[in-house]
């Protein structure tokens, strides 16, 4: 007779069978995944670009970024308030020194320039008329002092005789006295007289010195409104090409307003920011090396601002050879500012890869037919190459491709 199976042992017959499934099942998924992941992907060999490390020099750099500009530029502005009468060239001319670029309504400073011309003239009369003035009247001054000189010796003779006579009996007391009287008269008018001879000539020359100040003055301004003239008439300083030209005829404008600017196209420098954090590995005079396109140049730091501005340095760069004919103004430049040079280091050359100091994974030929990949850690570099600090030995081949998507395989096979 059948024994009835109760339902936990039913149960625990139920899980038994599904183990004997599942579990086959499940190793041989395990060990299909095993396989697979143990066969290497494969790349064509033909697609790949590679490096090759080698020891050397590195010239160690702070990158900063630039653009090219004239080597100069010069900014004429209204040194008056007018108005624009006539254009006598145009944005993109090349003009040679002393060239008119415009001409200016200069009616109101030229009436000025006159009237100023003609104070000047009578500034200089009236100087020369207190000068002769004063002349005549310390001259007359100077004869009564004489006359006065002349008296007082013929006074003091007829005194020294009053009183011989008066000391014989020829004379008389009243005599001697008379005479004393009139010799200490004398001799106080004289002096009295050279006194007044010495304040005058005090008091002419403090007034021949204003007048002469007067007219100091008013050739001054006379040659300030020559000078502001002249700058009115807008001429060109130097040969360059004008880059700007305000070219508003009849319009109002005022003094200190652009009108012009001229640049030197023929010459160039390097307008460049670095980071603050660099500003340590930077100084006048600093080699530079400067990236234009697929050209580069060599340069020096001409000048360094001495604050930043937004976290950054400004600073130009003096180029080596400034008027090469690759160079054109705004073109954007790559800086390297190189401030140690590194010898006999190992090194590998410079690309797209290489976004600074740090850990990189790269992949190196072994020569047997396969990609191994690599801890590499990059130190500081330049343009041309960066130094290798571990990862790597001379004469490694390196892919310079991007190989992101494989760093988490350990080798690839080439084909």
């Known amino acids: 007779m059948d024994r009835e199976i109760s339902l936990k042992e039913q149960k625990k017959l139920r899980r038994r069978k599904i183990l004997k499934t599942c579990v086959p099942i499940a190793v041989v998924s395990a060990g299909a995944i095993f396989a697979l992941s143990s066969i290497a992907p494969s790349m064509d060999r033909s697609g790949l670009d590679f490096i090759t490390a080698d020891t050397g020099t590195v010239e160690m750099s702070a990158d900063a970024s630039g653009k090219v500009v ?66 005549t009247f310390l001259t007359n001054l100077e004869m009564k002092i004489k006359a006065k000189e002349m008296s007082v010796e013929r006074l003091k003779t007829e005194t020294d005789n009053e009183r011989r006579l008066d000391s014989i009996g020829s004379g008389t007391g009243d005599r001697v006295r008379e005479a004393e009287l009139a010799y200490k008269t004398a001799v106080l008018e004289l002096d009295q007289l050279r006194k007044q001879l010495h304040n005058e000539e005090l008091s002419h020359a403090a007034a021949r010195k204003s007048k002469e100040l007067e007219e100091g003055i008013t050739a001054k301004n006379l040659e300030e409104k020559q000078r502001m003239l002249d700058d009115a008439r807008i001429k060109a300083p130097a040969n360059a090409t004008v880059t700007y030209l305000n070219s508003a005829l009849g319009t109002s404008i005022s003094a200190g307003e652009r009108l012009a600017v001229l640049s030197d196209l023929n ?46 340095i400004s600073f130009t760069v003096l180029l080596d050879d400034d008027s090469d004919k690759r160079l054109r103004s705004g073109v954007r430049a790559e800086i390297n500012v190189l401030y140690d040079i590194k010898e006999e280091v190992l090194r590998i050359p410079n690309g797209t890869y290489y976004h600074g100091p740090g850990q990189y994974i790269f992949f190196i030929d072994n020569g047997e037919g396969h990609l191994l990949r690599r801890e590499v850690r990059l130190g500081e570099g330049n343009f041309d190459y960066v130094e290798v600090l571990s990862g790597l030995s001379d004469g490694d081949r390196i892919v310079k491709n991007d190989l992101a998507e494989y760093n988490s395989r350990k080798k690839i096979r080439l084909r």
């Open 267 to 312: 010459h160039f420098k390097i307008a460049a920011q670095i980071p603050e954090s660099n500003a340590d590995k930077m100084a006048l005079g600093s080699e530079v090396n400067v990236k234009v396109g697929k050209e580069t140049f060599r340069g020096r730091i001409g000048t360094i601002t001495p604050q930043s501005n937004n976290g950054v």
């Open 70 to 135: 004239p080597a100069y530029e010069m900014t004429i502005t209204s040194p008056v308030s007018t108005k624009i009468l006539e254009i006598y060239c145009h944005e993109g001319d090349a003009v040679e020194r002393g060239q008119s670029l415009m001409k200016l309504d200069l009616a109101g400073e030229e009436t000025e320039l006159q009237n100023l011309a003609n104070q000047k003239m009578m500034r200089n009369y009236d100087t020369r008329q207190t000068i002769l003035a004063s002349r």
